[in-house]
């Protein structure tokens, strides 16, 4: 039987998978408390003219894991981004790119939260910051 806070996590998993916009990206996702794993394929359908990642695909992945590690606490409401920052540190070209979101505090009705991006090879490419609201 599966505990109050599986069913949470397994709701909003099927939220975030069944979003019109994840058709694009077929993401695969892991939510804990105040923690998320997001997964996809770097495919050359996302690259910006110069052959890699198109930055919006950083920001989709790394807000998306600060989101759901955030929403791993609220169960009442949605939440929504206030606010997000991203340091990008290299490029990506293939393979399977991963995204761990984790929260750093709770105050009020605001979840602070960061995230980080990894290539295939398990390097970190970019690291997000993220203010989430009620």
Not at 33 to 46: H, N, R, T, V
Not at 121 to 134: D, H, L, P, S, T
């Amino acid at each position: 039987m599966l505990c109050a806070l599986d069913k949470h996590f397994n709701k909003l998993a099927n939220m975030y998978e069944n979003a019109p916009i994840n058709k694009i990206f077929r993401p695969n996702i892991k939510i804990s408390l105040g923690e998320s794993e997001i997964s996809i394929s770097a495919k050359s359908d996302f690259f910006h003219s110069a052959n890699s990642l198109h930055g919006s695909i950083f920001f989709k992945m790394l807000d998306d894991a600060a989101y759901f590690a955030a929403h791993s606490y609220i169960d009442d409401c949605f939440l929504v981004t206030a606010s997000f920052s991203i340091d990008f540190i290299q490029p990506v070209t293939s393979g399977i790119i991963k995204s761990i979101g984790q929260v750093d505090s709770r105050y009020e009705n605001k979840i602070k939260a960061q995230s980080f991006l990894y290539d295939q090879k398990n390097v970190k490419v970019a690291i997000g910051k993220g203010v989430f609201v009620r």
